[in-house]
């Protein structure tokens, strides 16, 4: 399957950024916290490594999605992205994607227990793109002021990511 522009763009901004906010429904209140993500673009997945026993690992309900908001701002580019959500038991996936960052966090190493991987499958995206130079955003701003017309400031689409 050949990616389109966009489906392209979100994947790079998920690898150029490895932090994303992370939102999950738990008991019909949404939950979002920032965590660290490793791109598997070749399986179509961003991985997430996390305790076992508590948080994302515990909240996730398979019969719903998760979402993933990115935030480029040096290039005018946000998305949030819905994921399909599932628990992975890969000890040799989680000692391959295993990071000094990680490592901060579970000083144990990936064979601790309390450890898991969570893999989110992206689904459809929503996004915005802009310009990013200040200076366009200032001249199409007082452009459409002068001309009474809505300025135009990129494009904001939902796609599908499968």
């Not at 738990?26 to 399986?43: K, L």
């Not at 990115?70 to 998305?79: G, K, Q, R």
Request: hydrophobic share 40%; glycine share 4%.
């Amino acid at each position: 399957m050949v990616e389109t522009q966009f489906q392209q763009r979100i994947w790079t901004a998920l690898t150029d950024h490895k932090i994303c906010m992370v939102s999950i429904v738990v008991d019909g209140r949404i939950r979002t916290r920032p965590m660290s993500g490793h791109v598997d673009r070749e399986n179509h997945r961003i991985l997430f490594v996390t305790h076992s026993h508590t948080g994302p690992a515990e909240e996730i309900d398979p019969s719903q999605t998760v979402s993933i908001a990115l935030s480029d701002e040096d290039h005018n580019f946000y998305a949030t992205i819905e994921c399909e959500a599932a628990k992975l038991d890969d000890r040799d996936l989680l000692k391959r994607i295993w990071s000094p960052l990680v490592s901060a966090w579970f000083p144990n190493g990936p064979d601790d227990p309390d450890v898991t991987l969570l893999a989110f499958s992206p689904i459809s995206a929503e996004i915005w793109d802009g310009p990013s130079s200040g200076v366009v955003i200032a001249f199409k701003l007082a452009t459409a002021k002068i001309l009474g017309r809505t300025p135009d400031l990129g494009v904001n689409t939902t796609i599908d990511m499968r």
